[in-house]
Every structure is written in structure tokens, then in C-alpha cells.
T-cell receptor, first 112, second 113 residues
Framework: DTAVSQTPKYLVTQMGNDKSIKCEQN?????MYWYKQDSKKFLKIMFS???????INETVPNRFSPKSPDKAHLNLHINSLELGDSAVYFC???????????FGSGTQLSVL | GNSVTQMEGPVTLSEEAFLTINCTYT??????LFWYVQYPGEGLQLLLK?????DKGSNKGFEATYRKETTSFHLEKGSVQVSDSAVYFC????????????FGTGTRLTIIP
């Protein structure tokens, strides 16, 4: 069973489009995250939700909107995609102490 | 704020060589320290951690010791294998509740047979 699963694995789209990435975890964790990893492997947190409540919102353009319908899901919607949004996006979850993160396998987004 | 500085890569070693990847940190208080590993095409996985000074984290032959006096958490392995080829991230979490993990920039390690 996959602990943290995100879809799609690859996403190729045109500039200006709107797209969503879905994430689900079956670990029973309360906290979920979205991270962005650029081409140099630099990993930056974007958002974190605890039990459906937003707790971390880093400096991210408001074209990015996370949505957590329940504590097992955290989806990421991106409006008006730009070239600079091309990256690998990782979903993660953690138990209450938030020290050990469990990552999904990533969504490679390419904006053309 | 908290920050992590780790050795720039890429690092290329021959199989059975000794590995060190340096990591130093800046944080107030007593953070917890971590090494995460990212194998090709996968998400990050926790490799090891240490939560207080002089603790040694270890897993899969890798070790790192929390050194408060030098604010370091260097990753070591005595004899690397081709399967250790991955990107390694040092990270810390502060000790003031509601903290997030702060990652270093990652070090790509390639082991050649």
C-alpha cells in the first residue's frame, strides 16, 4: 500500500492554463505539506495543513491555492501557470510531532 | 531564522570508499537534526535523526553525530555502495513547537563501481 500518493506523476501543460495535483495519505497523519523542488534539487516548503487547517503559508504567489477536504487529502490548484512554475512538487505528511515526514514520489510539472 | 548549510555536490566516489557529507546549522535553542535521502525518481525518506547534543543517529551503515559546539551534523559511511547513489538532505527542526523542517540544498552522491 502506498502511504502518500500523489497524482499525476507527470504534468505537461501550456502557460496560462490552470491545473491541479492531488495528494492522499493513508497513514492517519494530521499534518500534510506541499514542497516545491527546483531543478537544482533545492526543496522549499509551500504550505502545511494540520487537520484541514492551514498552519504554514510561505511566500507563494496566490495563484497557488491548497485545499484540504479532509485530513487525508491535500490538493494543490495552480492558476495561470507560468514557466517558472516548472518543478517537481512533493506532497508529504507527518504524525503529530512533525519530525518525520513521509513524502510522495512527486509530480513533475513542465510548463511550456 | 533557522538555516542549514551543506556541502555542495556533486560528490563522486568509488565503491567501498569512505563518505563524509558536511552539514552545519544555525538555530536558536536545541533543534532536532535529520538526514533525508532521495533516491532517483522518488520522494525523500528519513535516513537518520538526532534530537540532542552528542546523540548519534545511525541507519543502513550511515552515521551522524549532533555536535553543538561546532553546530554540525556531518553524515558518514565507512564503505559506500553503488546503491547509495542519491541526493542527501540535511535538515533541522527548531524546538519552539509549531516549527517546520528546514532543509539544506541537498548533495548529490554518485558511487561508481
Amino acid at each position: 500500500d502506498t502511504a502518500v500518493s500523489q497524482t499525476p506523476k507527470y504534468l505537461v501543460t501550456q502557460m496560462g492554463n490552470d491545473k491541479s495535483i492531488k495528494c492522499e495519505q493513508n497513514l492517519g497523519h494530521d499534518t500534510m505539506y506541499w514542497y516545491k523542488q527546483d531543478s537544482k534539487k533545492f526543496l522549499k516548503i509551500m504550505f502545511s495543513y494540520n487537520n484541514k487547517e492551514l498552519i504554514i503559508n510561505e511566500t507563494v504567489p496566490n495563484r497557488f491555492s491548497p485545499k484540504s477536504p479532509d485530513k487525508a487529502h491535500l490538493n494543490l490548484h495552480i492558476n495561470s501557470l507560468e514557466l517558472g512554475d516548472s518543478a517537481v512538487y512533493f506532497c508529504a505528511s507527518s504524525p503529530r510531532d512533525r519530525e518525520k515526514l513521509f513524502f510522495g514520489s512527486g509530480t513533475q510539472l513542465s510548463v511550456l | 531564522g533557522n538555516s542549514v548549510t551543506q556541502m555542495e555536490g556533486p560528490v563522486t566516489l568509488s565503491e567501498e570508499a569512505f563518505l563524509t557529507i558536511n552539514c552545519t546549522y544555525t538555530a536558536t535553542g536545541y533543534p532536532s537534526l535529520f538526514w533525508y535521502v532521495q533516491y532517483p525518481g522518488e520522494g525523500l525518506q528519513l535516513l537518520l535523526k538526532a534530537t540532542k547534543a552528542d546523540d548519534k543517529g545511525s541507519n543502513k551503515g550511515f552515521e551522524a553525530t549532533y555536535r553543538k559546539e561546532t553546530t554540525s551534523f556531518h553524515l558518514e559511511k565507512g564503505s559506500v555502495q553503488v546503491s547509495d547513489s542519491a541526493v542527501y538532505f540535511c535538515a533541522l527542526m527548531g524546538d519552539f513547537g509549531n516549527e517546520k523542517l528546514t532543509f539544506g540544498t541537498g548533495t548529490r552522491l554518485t558511487i561508481i563501481p
